[in-house]
Nanobody, 114 residues
Framework: QVQVVESGGGLVQPGGSLTLSCVASGGSFSFYTMGWYRQVPGNERELVARIFGNSRSFVHDSVKGRFTISRDNAKNTVYLQMSSLKPEDTAVYYC????????WGQGTQVTVSS
């Protein structure tokens, strides 16, 4: 079964940091370009960061300099380190390959609020 499980979300004050983790099962993880997405109610899911199998990565302009994506192919895991968090970063965060090779997980809620 090809699935992902996200974790690491929570409530954090503005300016704080969180690190999200995503563990994938099945598929060919090390060959996939993996992405972190976020979604707020009423909006479409948006891609905020992606990382190729060779660890070359890109992040959306809205999070550049604040978010870092990384991966550990030996552990089938992709990470999203988030710092200098802003209230507008509040969302449910999901991971998947950019070609949606995995079943979407439940996501992990990130709430940035004082």
């Amino acid at each position: 079964q090809v699935q992902v499980v996200e974790s690491g979300g929570g409530l954090v004050q503005p300016g704080g940091s969180l690190t999200l983790s995503c563990v994938a099962s099945g598929g060919s993880f090390s060959f996939y370009t993996m992405g972190w997405y976020r979604q707020v109610p009423g909006n479409e899911r948006e891609l905020v960061a992606r990382i190729f199998g060779n660890s070359r990565s890109f992040v959306h302009d809205s999070v550049k300099g604040r978010f870092t994506i990384s991966r550990d192919n030996a552990k089938n895991t992709v990470y999203l380190q988030m710092s200098s968090l802003k209230p507008e970063d509040t969302a449910v965060y999901y991971c998947n390959s950019v070609t949606s090779d995995y079943n979407w997980g439940q996501g992990t809620q990130v709430t940035v609020s004082s």
